[in-house]
């Protein structure tokens, strides 16, 4: 089994985009690299839960986890919040991956 704590939109160079989108995008990018070193794929992921600040648009969000996942579906929730740890941060997602055998 594998357990993420919340993954942030911060680019390897330390920024971070503004737009929605690309910060989702990068997420997921992100929770894909920690896969593939951990040996899984994102059809080992059983559930994620994605917390997304209150008013932002979600289309972009829903976008960038369904081209992730292409198809693959798994438990989920999402919960709209007030803020995050930073001002810049619009999205964060914490995923479980399970395999057996």
């Given amino acids: 089994m594998l357990h993420t704590a919340g993954i942030v939109p911060t680019n390897p160079d330390g920024t971070v985009d503004d737009d929605i989108g690309r910060q989702s995008a990068r997420v997921w990018?992100?929770?894909?690299?920690?896969?593939?070193?951990?040996?899984?794929?994102?059809?080992?992921?059983?559930?994620?839960?994605?917390?997304?600040?209150?008013g932002a648009d979600l289309d972009p969000v829903m976008r960038a986890r369904d081209a992730f996942f292409g198809g693959h579906r798994a438990a989920s929730v999402l919960v709209t919040v007030p803020a995050l740890a930073r001002a810049a941060w619009k999205v964060e997602t914490a995923v479980v991956a399970a395999r057996s055998g």
């Fill in 29 to 54: 990018q992100t929770i894909g690299s920690i896969l593939t070193d951990a040996g899984f794929e994102p059809t080992d992921v059983v559930s994620y839960t994605t917390y997304v600040v209150s």
